[in-house]
């Protein structure tokens, strides 16, 4: 994650499209969705868009908030969250470790980009 | 080796002795035959008169008295025992059939008592003891009711048993006459002032009462009866009912020689034997020491007792606690310890309340140090601390002991009761036992303590001393919404009210902390949107709704949407169901009815469903809701227009409701629905609120839900007429809204309430808090600003903007869904799963 000099960077949407505390999908050219979210102290988050629970492509649909102090998506699908900034499962069974990808997103301009290797 | 144990009898009692020996018998010792007389395993005789309510024989049922699948219990019912051989060890069936013992109980209950009035077995005289009786009277007053409009009716017997039988009465619509030879009700419980207010009281309920007097004669006129009481009153009625206290069935032992006591009942010494050591007897038959009881309680001791004694582990019989607590009517009556001051020296302390409608009296010690007993009759609050007080010095004056209902808690709190003190006489649990569970078993709730000691499990009346108890060891049993609100749902609510704040991010600001939650947020919108916010998804709002509530349509497994159309009563015309198809057959929809009688179709993804709406509006349909924590449905059955049985409109009003309500946001889903007669067929006592058609008008049922734990509705009030109904609804609905907690249906909810579905009542129906106007108020307002949620994205280009799949490539379907036809429909592909990350 620190190669991001490397990134190639692509244009989804304004910033205005991604309404504070909530999230919108993106379709990468490889097919890839990624959710993008922005909290409530405007910054942007990227993650997979697939929850790993339930394989539906959904995340960005959640409701975003944080879980003490650290801002979280639930998933629309069984409620696990998921850590904006790791994409660490908060919720998961004692034991395992779940994470889904995560992306990095900038704002440029007002244009939202979205970064991959 | 296996010896055989007979039971004669399955009443409550003989049922609970076959419990405690299948339970403790870890090695089966005893192979178990119960002969019962009556057709029906054991039912709970207790709560006969609700049988009324929805003539459900199964309802009543004891759990587990089938024995389904215990080899080692046999059960033979209607086919009563009718003589007992002691020197062959064999009991004789009426059909003949014998079976030999090596230990007998018998548990046959008691007999009504009828007074020997001449005429008392003329056709249209009742008893009132078992369901077949209930089943007699109510064929009775059917006959009676048929083309003569309503049927008269009278009770023999003013005691506790009389007026069981005269709600029974009242709740199949008569106004029944009371005859009772003390001079005033219930002399056994209560004193000359509780009998007089109860009188009063019970009068209101449209029953006739006769004090002191006698039932001389009964006669047959023209088809109906005519009861001649002593004091000249002649009452002419279609039937009379026999409740008149009773007599223990001790024949059988009578016949087999066997000692019974002076006053009847089988002689049974401390460990329940007769004077046969083989025989034993429990329950109402059963004189203990010479005395009979006529409660469960003391039964279900002498079950225990006769359990212990069989297994080789003898017990012998406690002393019983005859104290009594019922709702007669909706009125409470109880009685505790020494009700009638008979203890040397004792002092009566009594409030007479005529404005608040009730009277209460303590009896103490001479030295005014100890409590002996009470009689408590209009608000039996305070019953289960005061009856667990008896015996033990007074915490405090008699007055404050008697704080009025509503002044907040009495002076003395469960702190003040020693540790024997009994909490749940039902299962005989004391106070340090409960302390035990909490501090040294952990725990932590009322359901835990429930687990463990049992208390509470029964009658239930003890639940909220069960939470006090728990309060008073330090266990904090948190109502936080979640991390962001240390209020409760119902707390928010009345901040919201008050404050008139109109967003989450003003409300988690002022009242919470951090940014909220996908537990607060939904919660707090579904607040924000019942107090009349515009549309759900309006300005910050969208944010906060689940995806179902976001999205206006429910959210399947592979990431597509069902859509449901309002189909108000379950009623629709050939053209719309033609809409419905049409429209599921363009956009490749899998169709299915759904339990509410309407319509749900599958598969939409986020950019269709605007388009699949554009097209329902325009055909005149509206969002069913399906999608919220919302009025669901309001199902019905045909009613009178088509049914040869219905009694009243069930479709009209079920349609009425349903748009009066559609839209409401409440804690959780609320399902409803209308039955045209009490054949139910629209299941509406499955359902949060459900109404039932009588002749007279409408019963509404509360609280009731199919799903997991599935619950039947209580009836709440009986032949309103619609205007009544819709009033009661109203305040039941808002009140729910404003005090639940977040995802409470209504059934846990109303059981919950402090005083449970009586407290209901008397908020919504009797108005005690005073705040009726206020919630028809609220509704009123919800009912005219209601507007059609899809119609409103619809008409709003920055709503519908929101409906696409992909924020960079609107229109573009999420490569993610596909679909395969099974039975000629499109159904998901199942996803894989991707590998989740392990570290
Ligand atoms: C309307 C009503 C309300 C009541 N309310 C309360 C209350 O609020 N609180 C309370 O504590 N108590 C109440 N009671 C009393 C309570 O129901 C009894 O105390 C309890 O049922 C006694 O149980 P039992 O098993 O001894 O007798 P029962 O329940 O009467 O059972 C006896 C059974 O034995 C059968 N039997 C009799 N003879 C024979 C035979 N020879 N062979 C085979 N079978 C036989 C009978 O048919 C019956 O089924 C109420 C009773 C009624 C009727």
């Known amino acids: ?117 | 080796m296996n010896r055989t144990l007979v039971v004669v009898g399955h009443g409550m009692v003989a049922h609970r002795l076959v419990e405690a020996v299948r339970s403790d018998d870890v090695d089966g010792t005893w192979r178990i035959v119960v002969l019962g007389e009556e057709s029906r395993p054991a039912y709970d005789r207790v709560a006969l008169t609700s049988y009324v309510d929805d003539w459900d024989a199964e309802r009543l049922a004891l759990p587990g008295c089938t024995y389904s699948g215990d080899e080692h219990v046999e059960l033979r019912l209607g086919d009563p025992v009718v003589s007992v051989d002691r020197a062959a060890k064999r009991v004789t069936t009426a059909s003949g059939f014998t079976q030999d013992y090596d230990a007998l109980v018998l548990a046959t209950g008691s007999r009504p008592f009828v007074p020997p009035v001449p005429g008392r077995d003329l056709p249209g005289c009742f008893v009132y003891r078992t369901i077949t009786d209930l089943d007699d009277i109510r064929a009775a007053v059917e006959r009676a009711t048929d083309g003569r409009g309503r049927a008269a009716a009278a009770v023999v017997g003013g005691g506790l048993l009389g007026l069981e039988a005269a709600k029974a009465l009242r709740d199949m619509g008569l106004s029944p006459h009371v005859v009772e030879l003390a001079p005033r009700l219930m002399p056994l419980q209560v004193d000359e002032g509780g009998g007089s207010l109860l009188r009063s009281l019970i009068t209101e309920l449209d029953v006739t009462v006769h004090t002191g007097t006698s039932t001389d004669a009964v006669e047959a006129d023209r088809g109906r009866l005519v009861a001649k009481l002593g004091n000249g009153t002649e009452l002419d009625v279609d039937l009379l009912v026999f409740s008149a206290g009773v007599r223990p069935r001790d024949d059988l032992a009578r016949d087999c020689g066997l000692d019974v006591g002076e006053r009847g009942g089988v002689l049974v010494d401390a460990t329940c034997r007769t004077s046969d050591p083989d025989v034993f007897a429990i329950g109402e038959c059963a004189a203990l020491e010479g005395r009979v009881y006529g409660l469960v309680a003391p039964g279900y001791s002498m079950a225990e007792v006769a359990a212990a004694t069989l297994l080789g582990t003898p017990a012998s019989f406690p002393g019983a606690d005859t104290s009594t607590k019922l709702k007669l009517m909706g009125v409470d009556v109880a009685s505790f310890g020494d009700a009638h001051a008979t203890t040397d020296g004792a002092l009566e302390v009594a409030f007479n309340d005529a404005v608040r409608g009730t009277y209460q009296k303590l009896v103490v010690s001479d030295d005014a140090t100890t409590l002996l007993g009470g009689v408590l009759v209009g608000d039996a609050s305070e019953y289960n601390l005061l009856r667990s007080l008896v015996g033990n010095p007074l915490p405090a004056e008699p007055a404050a002991l008697l704080a009025p209902a509503g002044a907040g808690d009495s002076a003395v709190g469960v702190d003040a009761l020693p540790a024997e003190a009994q909490i749940c006489s039902c299962n005989a649990v004391t106070k340090g036992a409960i302390v035990h569970a909490v501090t040294d078993q952990g725990c932590d709730s009322v359901g835990a303590i429930k687990a463990c000691t049992r208390a509470g499990t029964s009658c239930g009346s003890c639940v909220p001393m069960l939470g006090k108890l728990l309060d008073a060891c330090g266990v904090e049993q948190s109502r936080a919404l979640c991390e962001h609100f240390a209020q409760s749902r119902a707390e928010l609510f009345e901040i919201v009210r008050a404050t008139r704040i109109t967003t989450f991010s003003e409300l988690i600001a002022r009242h919470g902390t951090g940014a909220g939650c996908a537990i607060c947020k939904p919660a707090v919108a579904s607040i924000l949107a019942t107090l009349g916010n515009g549309h759900v998804l309006g300005g910050e709002q969208v944010t906060l709704q689940d995806t179902n509530d976001r999205f206006l349509a429910n959210l399947q497994r592979n990431g597509t949407y069902s859509v449901v159309p309002r189909v108000p009563g379950g009623e629709i015309t050939p053209d719309k169901l033609i809409v419905i198809g049409q429209v599921a057959k363009d956009f490749g929809l899998y169709t299915k009815i759904t339990g509410g009688q309407r319509i749900d179709l599958f598969g939409a993804t986020v950019d269709q469903l605007p388009l699949i709406w554009r097209r329902l509006v325009d055909a005149g349909f509206e969002s069913g809701h399906a999608y919220g924590k919302a009025l669901r449905t309001v199902k019905s059955c045909v009613g009178t227009t088509w049914c040869r049985y219905g009694q009243q409109d069930s479709v009209g009003l079920a349609v009425e409701l349903e748009l009066r309500y559609r839209g409401l946001r409440s804690p959780h889903k609320l399902k409803s629905a209308v039955s045209g007669c009490a054949r139910e067929c629209a299941e509406a006592r499955s359902k949060d609120f459900g109404i039932i058609a009588t002749e007279q008008g409408w019963n509404l049922y509360v609280g009731g839900n199919g799903g997991a734990i599935p619950r039947h509705a209580d009836l709440l009030v009986s032949d309103v007429d619609t205007e009544t109904l819709i009033r009661i609804i109203d305040r039941f609905l808002m009140f729910y809204v404003r005090t639940a907690d977040r995802l409470q249906r209504t059934a846990p909810w109303v059981e919950e309430l402090d005083g449970g579905l009586d407290h209901l009542r008397a908020v919504i129906v009797d108005d005690s808090l005073g705040i009726c106007a206020e919630l028809e108020e609220a509704m009123a307002e919800h009912v005219a600003n209601y507007r059609d949620e899809w119609r409103g994205v619809l008409e709003d280009p920055e709503k519908l903007a929101r409906f696409t799949s992909f924020v960079n490539a609107p229109g573009t379907p999420d490569p993610t869904i596909s679909f395969r036809t099974e039975r000629e429909q499109p159904v998901p592909v199942l996803l894989g799963v991707p590998e989740v990350v392990s570290r």
């Open chain 1, 1 to 117: 994650m620190t190669a991001m000099a490397e990134q190639t960077w692509v244009a989804v949407c304004a910033a205005e499209a991604v309404p504070r505390a909530s999230g919108v999908a993106a379709l990468l050219d490889d097919g890839t969705q990624v959710a993008i979210f922005r909290t409530e102290d405007d910054r942007f988050h990227g993650l997979s868009n697939v929850d790993p629970f339930s394989g539906a492509a959904v995340l960005s649909r959640g409701i975003v908030g944080d879980a003490g102090g650290v801002p979280v998506v639930a998933s629309p699908v069984y409620k696990q969250r998921f850590d904006l900034s790791t994409g660490r499962c908060l919720d998961a069974d004692t034991g395992d470790t779940v994470c889904v990808a995560t992306y990095p997103v900038r704002v440029i301009d007002g244009v939202v980009h979205v970064g991959s290797s």
